[in-house]
């Protein structure tokens, strides 16, 4: 790892904030947009808040963008939306989102009543909120995985349309898997030119065993890398999901 300086950070920080909510370009936001209308396709069909997992197989494949920006298209359209970093190992939406990372998530499972829900309410809109991770805990699939976050999840459901719920990675740790029993569904980010086939069989073949709904797929290229968005295309699940029965035949 080289040494980089203090503006060599910040110039980073300025490239990836180019790629969040309202600094997108227009074609990255209308392909958001079309994440966003693609959802209510296959959302279950009972009302009530839906729990959107985002996950991917191996670290860096964009999924914590995709929470951002997905969360981001839905409170535009009106919906009231709660944007939570699950990532209780390596927290990045308070980064993004320029705003303290303590309190938060670990805070309100632990039963922390001085923390108000008004103050993760998002400088961009009223009905747009931003839980970061909090102090990170020595257990994070435990505490994710507990009654108490289920609990704490009944409650936000109360009073919200949408939870996007930023995962971990599904191939290095269990976390993401763990809160799969109280959520609707998982989106897969899968970043084009990058996330290895293999890793992508192991990554479904667990999505399969821990039996969430897989909702979709997000393919996110950044071609050539920083300064360009690439493309963010949306699919349905059924072709991955062909491709993952195909292996599993092969297997057997
Ligand atoms: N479409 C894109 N175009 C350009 N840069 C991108 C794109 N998507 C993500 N990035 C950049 O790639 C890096 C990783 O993205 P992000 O943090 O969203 O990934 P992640 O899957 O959440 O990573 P981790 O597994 O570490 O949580 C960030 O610097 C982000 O700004
Ligand atoms: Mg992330």
Avoid at 20 to 45: C, D, G, I, S, V
Avoid at 69 to 97: F, H, Q, T, W
Avoid at 143 to 151: A, H, Y
Wanted: one cysteine or more; hydrophobic letters at 35%.
């Amino acid at each position: 790892m080289g040494f980089r300086s203090k503006s060599a950070d910040k110039s980073i920080v300025k490239e990836n904030e180019k790629t969040l909510h309202k600094n997108l370009k227009f074609t990255a936001t209308e392909q958001y947009k079309l994440l966003r209308t693609n959802l209510t396709f296959t959302l279950p069909e009972e009302e009530g808040c839906a729990i959107i997992g985002v996950t991917s197989a191996m670290r860096g494949e964009g999924k914590s963008t995709t929470a951002v920006n997905l969360s981001y298209v839905l409170a535009e359209s009106g919906k009231k939306v709660l944007l939570i970093d699950g990532d209780l190992r390596l927290p990045s939406i308070a980064k993004k989102m320029r705003i303290p990372n303590s309190p938060g998530l670990t805070d309100l499972i632990k039963g922390d009543d001085s923390v108000q829900m008004s103050s993760f309410k998002s400088e961009l809109f009223n009905n747009w909120y931003i839980l970061p991770s909090g102090d990170l805990p020595p257990n994070p699939s435990e505490l994710l995985g507990s009654k108490r976050m289920e609990n704490l999840l009944k409650v936000f459901a109360k009073s919200f349309d949408y939870i996007i719920f930023d995962l971990p990675p599904v191939n290095i740790v269990s976390d993401a898997l763990t809160v799969s029993k109280y959520i609707s569904g998982m989106i897969v980010v899968i970043r084009e030119d990058y996330t290895e086939k293999k890793e992508l069989e192991t990554c479904f073949r667990q999505i399969k065993l821990s039996d969430v709904k897989v909702l979709g797929c997000v393919i996110n290229e950044a071609k050539n890398g920083r300064g360009s968005y690439g493309k963010y295309k949306y699919k349905r699940y059924y072709k991955y999901y062909k491709t993952y029965g195909n292996y599993d035949s092969a297997e057997n």
